[in-house]
């Protein structure tokens, strides 16, 4: 059973501080790594993709992957109240064939308080 | 661009009733879909994949005669959720892949609230 782990938090920030939301991952050769934005009620919302080591930046937001340590995180600068929301880390497998899914975690639930 | 819309957003039924619904890419093609159900304060869980042309393939625990899917074209995938009940009340999302502007990434849909009494 692949596991995607986020602490559920909530996280709370000051407005204009950086969030830093961190997930981790147990197959080891996952390949494909998305950080999405779910606000309440609401579906969830594509921030970042990443597939290689390093960062990724992207307005904001910056991903980070380090497969060494199965680790991919989602800082967030400048923060703003309208960031508030929950954070879900979804990491993508191969499930047979064309077929392709992704696992989600439980999510981070973000407060920037103004 | 990559814009999926569902159908409807909200619906509420009596139990033992069937209810439908649409997911639909509205500006690129999605040759896989997928369904998921998103339970209060719970992540999203998985219900099965769509495959533009055959069957779909149903996550463990799903059963496959109360969730009907069909995904007759590129553009479409309808979930039947067949004999409802209130325990299949839910938040149900679909969503798909956009394969030319992305090599995995999957964009959703605004998702239907079901309720049933």
């Known amino acids: 059973q692949k596991e995607v782990e986020q602490n559920s938090g909530p996280l709370s920030v000051p407005e204009g501080a950086i969030a830093s939301l961190n997930c981790t991952y147990s197959?080891?050769?996952?390949?494909?790594f998305f950080w999405y934005r779910q606000y309440s009620g609401k579906s969830p919302e594509l921030i970042m993709s990443?597939?290689?080591?390093g960062d990724k930046e992207d307005g904001r937001f910056t991903a980070q992957l380090n497969k060494a340590s199965q680790y991919v995180s989602l800082l967030i600068r400048d923060s703003q109240p309208s960031d508030s929301a929950t954070y879900l880390c979804?990491?993508?497998?191969?499930?047979?064939?064309?077929?392709?899914?992704?696992?989600f975690g439980k999510g981070t639930l973000l407060t920037v308080n103004p | 661009g990559a814009v999926v819309s569902q159908h409807p957003s909200w619906v509420i039924c009596k139990s033992g009733t069937s209810v439908k619904i649409e997911c639909r890419s509205l500006?690129?093609?999605?040759?896989?879909m997928f369904w998921y159900r998103q339970f209060p304060k719970q992540s999203l869980m998985l219900m099965a994949t769509s495959n533009e042309g055959s069957k779909a393939t149903y996550e463990q625990g799903v059963e496959k005669d109360k969730f009907l899917i069909n995904h007759a074209s590129l553009t479409l995938s309808t979930l039947t959720v067949t004999s409802a009940h209130p325990e299949d009340s839910s938040f149900y999302i679909c969503?798909?892949?956009?394969?030319?502007?992305?090599?995995?990434?999957?964009?959703f849909g605004p998702g239907t609230r079901l309720t049933v009494l």
């Open positions: 500006d690129f093609q999605a040759t896989t």
């Open positions: 969503s798909a892949r956009d394969l030319a502007g992305g090599v995995n990434e999957q964009f």
């Open positions: 979804a990491v993508g497998e191969n499930s047979g064939g064309s077929n392709y899914k992704l696992t």
């Open positions: 990443i597939y290689s080591n």
């Open positions: 197959d080891r050769g996952s390949q494909s």
